[in-house]
């Protein structure tokens, strides 16, 4: 096989495994190695960060490691993220995302917009 062969058996077999998202960027380290660390950083157990997210315990052991899996479902991904209180960003990067506001720090503004506004509402005719 040439370079180019191996480069693109390469990244089929990222894609294959879920590490190449919609943004064509490779993830930096592993779903599965990302959580783990996470969980150690918390020093809990599998079984307990289960319990926590209404998980099986045997379920969550698939995604950890490196050879974990992807959750089957986005919402997992967000309850995981939730949990560990980070971006989903940084769930699947191992990383911050870069150019944020934290969420905390927009919530604590307790204007948005101030001042005096008028807002007409008009009823528009739907052409046939």
Known sequence: ?????????????LEQHGFILSDNRVMSK???VILDELIKARKISVRQFAKDIGQKPSTVNEWVG??????????????????????????????????????????????????????TIKKVDQKK
Do not use: V
């Open 1 to 13: 096989m040439n370079e180019t062969s191996d480069t693109l058996a390469e990244r089929s077999d």
């Open 30 to 32: 592993e779903f599965g």
């Open 66 to 119: 490196r050879n974990g899996r992807f959750p089957t479902s986005p919402e997992i991904l967000k309850d995981i993220a939730n949990y560990f209180q980070i971006t989903i960003h940084e769930l699947l990067y191992g990383e911050p995302e870069k150019n944020t506001i934290p969420i905390t720090e927009l919530f604590q503004k307790k204007d948005i917009f101030s001042g005096t506004f008028e807002i």
